[in-house]
């Protein structure tokens, strides 16, 4: 008679490895902890999916870290439907000297954000219900972070807006991210863009590649208020 089998769980291969505490620095303590939320309460909440649950590490959180060396130190670091909290919660353990401002128009995941940055004791974060473009005006950004938010011609309307010159828009994107970059050109250019970078970011060997584009916000340009007179 066949013994009945249970289907043994997927584990996450880089759950326990010891480069991640090497790579994260001091801000380990709050990104394993981090994870160890998402672990635990994100399939609950419908932050993640189950599927994702063995893959945390690698796609999502070593995923968002792969951002912050194209972010300022210091200043206002907004992340754009922060969602989860990735990149944004990773971005605040990584870069405390900045502002972080985790931007979110779902009430549920607010909730859950302010829990997170309640719990892992992150004083340099604000949790604001809202769209970016509620926003415009309100604001003013050293960089903005999206992570599967929406194609890039709509994060330059959205996240442009939100940066004054010289401000940086730091978007994860996959493997499409040249012809977005193509598409949204002309919507770029009418809101001041300037140099665009599609980069890949690497953390750890072993982890997949991070596709990344960075676009400098070169100038802010107002609307042409029409003159009597002007053709």
Known sequence: MAEDRQPTAEVDPWVGDARLPEFFGSAWPAISQFHDLLRDEGVLRGLVGPREVPRLWERHLLNSAAVVPFL????????????????????????????????????????????????????????TRGRAEELHGAWEASAVTARAVAPLDRLYEWALPLLGTGG????????????????????????????????????????????????VRESVRTPRTGRRGDR
């Open 72 to 127: 300022p130190e210091h200043g206002r670091i907004v992340d754009m439907g922060s969602g989860a909290g990735l990149p944004g919660v990773v971005v605040a353990a990584m870069r405390p000297e900045a502002e972080v401002v985790l931007l979110e128009p779902m009430e549920r995941r607010v909730d859950w954000l302010r829990e997170v940055v309640a719990t892992l004791g992150l004083g340099n974060v604000v949790v």
């Open 168 to 215: 940086l828009l730091v978007a994860l994107k996959g493997a499409r991210a040249q012809e977005e970059v193509a598409a949204a050109a002309r919507t770029g250019a009418r809101l001041g863009a300037g140099a665009v970078r599609v980069l890949s970011a690497g953390t750890l060997e072993g982890a997949e590649q991070t596709t990344v584009v960075v676009v």
